[in-house]
C-alpha cells in the first residue's frame, strides 16, 4: 500500500474530544427462534420492524444474521444509561414478539453450531469473512461495549493503559458465556478465548502520546496490515472519531440492568484514575495481561491476578471489593453509589451470570431451556431461574 499523505493522516486521526467520563453502551444481542430457543437469522426483518418503531438509541446488525447490536446515547452517570437502556429493551422485546422471536443477553449460545451461522450481507462483513474465513461465523459471540468520553487523545491513551490493570475485573464482573456448542467450557468466559484467535487482538502498543499513537497507525496503514481503527480488535482501543475510550472485554450480561452496573463502575474507576493519576503507566501490565486475564476468563471472581505495581497476588473478589472502596468517593460524584452498592452485593452474594446459567442447566438439564430462560430473562419476563 502506497504511503498517506499527512493531511488524510490528520483527518483522520483527529481526536474529537468529547464531555470527559461521559458513558455509552452497545451490547450485541442473541436472536433465537420459539421452536428450540437456537439462533435465528432473522437479524434483517428485527431491524426492519425496529425502524418503524419509535425508541430511543439505535440498534444495528452485527456480523452474522443471528445477532444485532443495541447502541445507547451518550450519559453522564448510571441512572441515565439505565434508564435508555430499559426503554430500548422494551422496543426490541416487543419488535421480536411481533416476529415470534426472542431475545437474549449472554456472552455465547450454550448450543448452537457456528458453521449454521450466514454472514450479514454487509461489504464489512464479507470482508471479515473473506479475511479470517471460518474465525468470521465464530465470532457469533456476544460483548457488551462501554465508551468512556475523553478530552484528548494524549488523555485517552493514559487512561487505556490505567484500566488495562483492570480488564480482569471487567471479565470476572461480566461473564456470561460458560456453554459453547453444546458443552460446559469449565470456563466463565469462554467468548475471549474466540476474540484472541483474531490476529490483532490483544493490548494496545506502549504509546503514551496521540502523536505516538498516530505514527503506529499510520505505520500498520502503509504496511498494509489495517484499513481504520475497526481493524483492530484489542481489548481496549481508543475511538478518535467519537472522543472516547472504549473497553471490549466485557461479555453481554444477562440483563440491561447488570449492562449498566458494569458500566458505572468502569467509568468510576475512570474517574478516580483522571483525577487522581495515582500511577504512572507501566509495561509491567502488559508482562503480566496474559496471565491475569486467563485467570480471569477461566475463574472469574474466584481467579486470582497479580498487581504488577505492588507485585502482590491477590484474589479477583478482594480486589474488585478493595477497588470498590477506593473508587467510592468518584461514583458518588458521578451518582453512581447505589449502582456500586448493588454490584458490592452481588458480589458478596456470589451472584454472577455464569453462576445463574450453571445453576438453570442444573435444574432443568436442558441447553435449550437454559436458552429459554435466560431469554426469558433479558426480555424482563423472570427475575430468577
Keep these: 500500500m ?9 483527518d483522520e486521526m483527529e481526536f474529537k474530544p468529547s464531555a470527559s467520563l461521559s458513558i455509552g453502551v452497545e451490547l450485541e444481542l442473541q436472536i433465537l427462534n420459539t421452536r428450540d430457543y437456537n439462533l435465528a437469522r432473522d437479524a434483517a426483518d428485527l431491524i426492519g420492524m425496529l425502524e418503524k418503531m419509535q425508541h430511543p438509541g439505535a440498534v444495528k446488525p452485527e456480523i452474522t444474521e443471528s445477532m444485532v447490536e443495541l447502541n445507547s446515547s451518550i450519559h453522564p452517570n448510571y441512572d441515565a444509561v439505565v434508564g435508555e437502556l430499559r426503554q430500548i429493551r422494551d422496543a426490541v422485546t416487543q419488535a421480536a414478539e411481533r416476529l415470534n422471536l426472542r431475545i437474549a443477553g449472554g456472552g455465547s449460545h450454550p448450543f448452537h453450531k ?34 468512556i ?17 483492570y480488564v480482569p475485573h471487567f471479565i470476572a464482573l461480566s461473564a456470561s458465556s460458560p456453554f459453547q456448542q453444546g458443552e460446559d467450557t469449565a470456563y466463565q468466559s469462554s467468548r475471549l478465548n474466540t476474540v484472541s484467535a483474531f490476529p490483532l487482538s490483544g493490548q494496545v502498543p506502549f504509546v503514551q502520546t496521540w502523536d505516538e499513537f498516530t505514527n503506529y497507525f499510520n505505520r500498520m ?6 484499513e481504520s481503527m475497526k481493524d483492530f480488535y484489542w481489548d481496549i482501543r481508543p475511538k478518535p472519531e467519537f ?124 441447553l435449550n431451556d437454559v436458552a429459554r430462560l435466560q431469554s426469558d430473562l433479558w426480555m424482563g419476563r423472570t427475575k430468577t431461574a
Excluded at 502506497?2 to 490528520?10: D, K, L, N, V, Y
Excluded at 496503514?221 to 489495517?226: D, N, P, T
Excluded at 483522571?274 to 502488559?286: F, G, H, K, M
Aim: hydrophobic fraction near 40%; aromatic fraction near 10%; proline fraction near 3%.
Design 2 to 10: 502506497s504511503g498517506i499523505s499527512g493531511g488524510a493522516a490528520a
Design 114 to 147: 457456528w458453521s449454521d451461522r450466514r454472514i450479514y450481507p454487509t461489504e464489512r462483513f464479507k470482508h471479515i469473512l473473506n479475511t479470517y474465513g471460518y474465525l468470521a461465523k465464530q465470532f457469533t459471540i456476544f460483548g457488551q461495549h462501554v465508551h
Design 149 to 165: 468520553g475523553c478530552p484528548d487523545g494524549d488523555t485517552a491513551l493514559y487512561l487505556i493503559h490505567m484500566l488495562s490493570r
Design 221 to 226: 496503514k502503509e504496511f498494509g496490515v489495517i
Design 243 to 366: 472522543g472516547t475510550v472504549e473497553i471490549r472485554v466485557f461479555d453481554t450480561p444477562l440483563t440491561v440492568e447488570r449492562a449498566a452496573l458494569i458500566a458505572a463502575y468502569a467509568q468510576s474507576i475512570a474517574r478516580y484514575v483522571l483525577s487522581e493519576r495515582p500511577q504512572a503507566p507501566s509495561r509491567d501490565v502488559y508482562l503480566l495481561y496474559s496471565h491475569n486475564r486467563f485467570q480471569a476468563c477461566r475463574y472469574g471472581l474466584a481467579g486470582k491476578l497479580v498487581d504488577a505495581y505492588t507485585q502482590r497476588h491477590i484474589g479477583l473478589r478482594e480486589d474488585v471489593m478493595d477497588t470498590l472502596r477506593l473508587v467510592e468517593r468518584h461514583a458518588a460524584e458521578l451518582g453512581n453509589s447505589a449502582a456500586l452498592g448493588q454490584l458490592a452485593a452481588d458480589i458478596e452474594a456470589d451472584r454472577s451470570d455464569a453462576g445463574w446459567l450453571r445453576e438453570v442447566y442444573r435444574r432443568h438439564d436442558t
